[in-house]
Structure formats: structure tokens, C-alpha cells
């Protein structure tokens, strides 16, 4: 920046910072505290199932053109509004306005009520009986399905276990098969460093700090750049919103329930989905039985599912009409921001519609 000796400039400039300064002393008041923290999730919607902690929620439209509905699978340590942050920066909200009937399956917070939920517990319970409740909702013959990082991995067993479902279309999103390729997240478990039981607490899960720690392994320094960030942006009340919100994306998780866990980490030690070999309740299971039409979207600078770890996917199911969309995102790119909706979003909905039924409207 250009100094200068122009007085009335020199004064301008000083008020102004003055003025920044007290702004960033009443918005980090409020953030240190959680005064008018910014709300999430407030896209209107209804509970239309629920069982135990799993709900399924439908948002509301007046607008909706597609006649095959759109079912959202979310990550078992992700809160839901991660997909939902606010108007105008909504994954679910923008899939809602582009005519979709759109589902999403919340699977609660986890107790020890829930330690005993094992993968097909997801898989043969939960997942199909939540579809059937889409249709039943609905009044349509099949469904399409998006999983959402570990909901992906989750929806990938689904059309391996049950591949006669009515699924017309699956897309995975950021979901990881080889977890060869995870970094320091897939080699935490190598060679006795930690296992499974190590890091579930009393109630027999892991805890959500223990998730939230794990992944800020991944990226050390990610807390000392947020808030360096924060500080150059304190003063302006959106930027410090949308700060706030992305904040609470990347610290707020749920436990990981442990009898799920145990089975994930044996798949990360043994390759198992990789080697076409996983068991599931005892049973071997082939990813080459799913042969639902299949878009895998790969986020190629994602931190935390590496695009090594997610590319493999369409190499391994038996889809006849599998794609692999790499977009330069990262795993929060994906799904908002500019980019998302300049290039991500277009691509998959175009998708998804290619894979649905026009709804047909009396004049």
C-alpha cells in the first residue's frame, strides 16, 4: 500500500480503523460468548418417519417438477446443516428450488443406547426402511440417492446388500473406499499405534471431541488460519456470520457409534472393500452387485477425503453406467459456495434429472 502525506486522507484512514477496531471488540464479545449466533439448518421441513434417534425429513415445496424424489444419506459424525447453513449457501435448498422433492435422513446424536449400532444396523434396517418411507410419502415407484461422505460409503453397501431396491440413480459424494490413501487419518490404526477400543469412551462410542481432534490432525494448522482470518474480518457482521457458521461446520460433530466404528476401522486395516471381500453381519458382500446408474463426485483438493481415497469408486460396483466427476473443490466446496453453485450443483442435478421422471401437471 502507497503511504501518504495528504492530512484529511491520514485522518480518514485513522477513524476508520478506529472504527474496525471497536467493531471487532463488540463482534468478538459476541463470538467468545455465542451471543446471536447465526442460525442453521432453517430450511422448512416436516418429520414424515422416525425410529429410535433416525428421523427423515422431507422440505417443504410448492415448486416441485421431478416426480422421482431425491433421498440424502448424511455422514454418521456430521450434523445435518452442514448441508442446510443458510439461505443462499444451502446444498438442500438449492436441490429443493430445482424442482426436487427432496429427503434427508438425520440419524440423531448417538447414546449408549446406540453403542450396539453396527453397519447393518444402517445398511439392512435403517436405510431401507427410510426408503420405503420416501416412497410411501412420495407416491413414487423408486427414488434417487445422494450419500454424503461416509453416508456414500454407507449407500454403497446399501446396493451391495440390497440390490433389488428401487433405487434409480446413487451419487457419492466425497466418499472414501481406499482408505490406503486417507493420510495420517487411514494410518492412525497401522501397526498397534491405537485401536478401535483406545478411543470409545464409557458410553461406547467415540466421543465427538475424539472426531473433532482427528480431524484436525489432518490439517494443523487450519484453527491458527480460521482465526487469523477472523481477526482481518471481525469487524464486518456477515463476514463474521459466515465465519461463525462455517466454525461451527468444522467443530461441531456427534459421536461415532462404537460397534460402527470398530467395523470401520477393520475395513481401514484389511482392505476389504478395496479387495471386493467385506463381510457384513457374517455375510460376504461384492460391491460389483450394485448396478444402480452411478455418479461419484470426487472433490479433488479435499483435505479430508483425498481424491485418491474417493476415485477408485466406479472401478469397484458392477453399474453399467458409472462416472466419475472430479471437480477442483474442496470437501466444503463441494457442496457451497461460488464454485458449488457455478459448476458443482449444475452437473449433479443435471445428472439426477437424466435419472428421473418429469412430473406430469393437469392444465
Known sequence: MALTTDPAELVSRVRRDVGRNLLRARNGVKYVTGVDRPKVGTT?????????KAELWRYRSDAVTVATPVLIVMSLVSRSYILDLHPGASFVQALRDDGFDVYLLDWGVPD?????????????????????????ASGSDDLNVIGYCYGGLLSLLLGAAHP??????????????????????GRMFD??????????????????????????????????TQYAMLWEKLWDDRQ???????????????PFPGRAFRETVEIMQDGSLMA???????????????????????????????SGAATPVCGLVGSARAETLELPAGHVGLVMGRAAAATTLPQIFGWLREHSATLERTP
Open 164 to 185: 433389488d431396491l428401487p433405487v434409480a440413480s446413487l451419487v457419492t459424494m466425497a466418499t472414501p473406499v481406499d482408505f490406503s490413501e486417507m493420510g495420517m487419518f
Open 240 to 254: 463474521m456470520e459466515a465465519f461463525q457458521r462455517m466454525g461451527q461446520w468444522t467443530r461441531d460433530h456427534i
Open 112 to 136: 449408549e443406547l446406540d453403542a450396539g449400532n453396527g453397519l447393518a444396523t444402517y445398511v439392512d434396517e435403517l436405510l431401507p426402511a427410510a426408503i420405503a418411507a420416501v416412497l410411501e
Open 44 to 52: 422448512a421441513k416436516d418429520t414424515v418417519w422416525r425410529r429410535d
Open 276 to 306: 471386493d471381500r467385506f463381510r457384513l453381519s457374517g455375510r460376504l458382500l461384492s460391491l460389483r452387485d450394485l448396478t444402480w446408474p452411478l455418479l461419484n463426485v470426487v472433490a479433488v483438493k479435499d483435505h479430508i477425503v483425498p
Open 191 to 224: 501397526g498397534g499405534r491405537l485401536s478401535a477400543d483406545d478411543v470409545i469412551d464409557d458410553t461406547g462410542n467415540v466421543p465427538a471431541e475424539v472426531i473433532r481432534n482427528a480431524f484436525r490432525v489432518l490439517k494443523p494448522t487450519a484453527d491458527l
